[in-house]
């Protein structure tokens, strides 16, 4: 018999829980860029796991090697131990990902999460340069723990550490300020005079595209003018690769567009390839002053994540295949909607490869939009300080006829929102 009674997640579960209240339904099974529910609607996924499933749900690719490494008894749980799981991951990460792009990392294997990734980081800065601020941006977003709160700007989030959330500085980010105004001249002027009140920082982290803060895209000289800024100042740079790395917007990290190097990448949600838990920390082999253990956790050695993310890497990241795929799909999203913001007024759109937003003057409406897309069997979400922003985030793996359903889906949502009223005839 089926349960489909969905009363234990209101009197059981906490309140905390969150995606549960958008998306009223009890999910299944799920395939490619398809979720399934117990009623037997499907929906098509631009969510994505926030980013997790890059390569979709259940990809049989990643799955076939996951399965027989749990038929095989492969190490599941492993610590930091040397296991054949993680020295094929590690020689993979080396051979296809970054000798081909001139990277010289190092690889730290914190917790498996994109917040003790950031927290590693944070640590790792603090530690080599000896200083304690950290320079953060406006409408960031690192993760909930304290040290990666303390670099986010939301406001609500920020209150939930119920602790002063101190040692950081924040710095507009690109666009924030709006046009006229000139890059870093704030940033530059206050880390040059000892008497700013900004103590000299450890390190600027920073996103490429910021996804909960609402899909702000960096430029490419923005990046670079930020990079020089911190090398030329001895600042270490660190770029949270967790949201936007794995090919989110083409190549496989979000900075390789821009031609920089960061001192430390974190990569977490789609680094596995298959949702499993995982994350890791990239830095340049002379940061690497860690003793042993000095930062560690009970699942730093999820093998069976470390299974998919091999075969990930080796199967979509052997050549440019996917990336230049992501860039024809990210064109494609863009024209559409480009089109459809040009129909509305108070509608507006920005993005790069496979991440775009669709942003509302009326703030209410993203939400609206985003509920009455579930309805029509589309799973989207908001993001951006008010929740202005409605964030498409679909699987690269997509495929061209399943993004223009789901475009055709959000374009009647939005129609039904602000149809009438705004429209530009
Ligand atoms: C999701 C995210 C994090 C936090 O990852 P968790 O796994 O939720 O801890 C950190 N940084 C960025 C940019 C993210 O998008």
Redesign the pocket.
């Known amino acids: 018999m089926i349960n489909s009674n969905t009363t234990v997640f209101e009197s059981l579960e906490s309140n905390v829980r969150g995606y549960c209240r958008g998306w009223p339904t009890v999910f299944t099974t799920a395939k490619g860029s398809w979720l399934h529910d117990e009623e037997g609607k499907d929906y098509l996924d631009f969510f994505a796991g926030?980013?997790s499933l890059n390569y979709g749900h259940n990809n049989d690719v990643l799955k076939q090697p996951l399965l027989d490494y749990i038929a095989g008894d492969g190490i599941t749980h492993g610590l930091d131990m040397s296991t054949a799981a993680k020295r094929d991951l590690l020689t993979t990460l080396r051979d296809t990902l970054l000798t081909p792009r001139g990277l010289e990392y190092k690889v730290q294997f914190p917790g498996p999460?994109?917040?003790?990734a950031?927290e590693a980081a944070l640590k790792l800065a603090r530690k080599v340069t000896g200083r304690q601020t950290i320079v953060s941006f406006t409408n960031a977003?690192?993760?909930?723990t304290l040290g990666?709160l303390s670099v986010t700007g939301n406001a609500t989030k920020r209150a939930g550490a119920g602790v002063p959330l101190a040692h950081t500085a924040r710095m507009p980010y690109d666009g924030y300020l709006g046009a006229g105004a000139t890059d870093f001249q704030w940033m530059e002027k206050v880390l040059d005079d000892s008497s700013s009140g900004v103590d000299r920082p450890a390190a600027v982290i920073v996103?490429t595209v910021q996804?909960?803060g609402g899909v702000n895209v960096a430029r490419a000289e923005w990046l670079r003018h930020l990079a020089d800024l911190c090398a030329s100042r001895e600042i270490l740079l660190i770029v949270?690769d967790?949201?936007m790395g794995c090919g989110r917007t083409g190549p496989f990290f979000s900075f390789e567009a821009a031609g920089i190097k960061p001192d430390i990448v974190t990569l977490?949600?789609s680094i596995s390839g298959y949702g499993l838990p995982m994350a890791l920390v990239l830095f340049k082999p002379e940061l690497d002053e860690w003793s042993p253990g000095e930062h560690n956790g009970t699942f730093r050695g999820n093998n069976p994540a470390f299974v998919t993310a091999t075969t990930a890497l080796r199967h979509y990241w052997s050549d440019d295949a996917l990336a230049v795929a992501t860039q024809k799909k990210g064109d494609q999203i863009a024209r559409t909607l480009g089109e459809l913001a040009g129909h509305f007024s108070g509608v507006t759109t920005r993005g790069r490869g496979m991440v775009h937003g669709v942003v509302f003057d009326d703030a209410s409406q993203a939400g609206k939009v985003c509920q009455i897309a579930f309805e029509r069997g589309l799973l989207v979400e908001t993001s951006g300080s008010t929740d202005e922003v409605v964030k498409l985030l679909p699987p690269l793996t997509i495929t061209e006829q399943e993004l223009d359903q789901g475009l055709r889906i959000l374009a009647d949502a939005v129609e039904s929102v602000c149809g009438g009223m705004g429209a530009n005839a």
């Open positions: 926030a980013g999460t994109g917040a003790n950031v977003f690192h993760g909930m990666a996103e996804g909960e949270d967790v949201q977490s949600k």
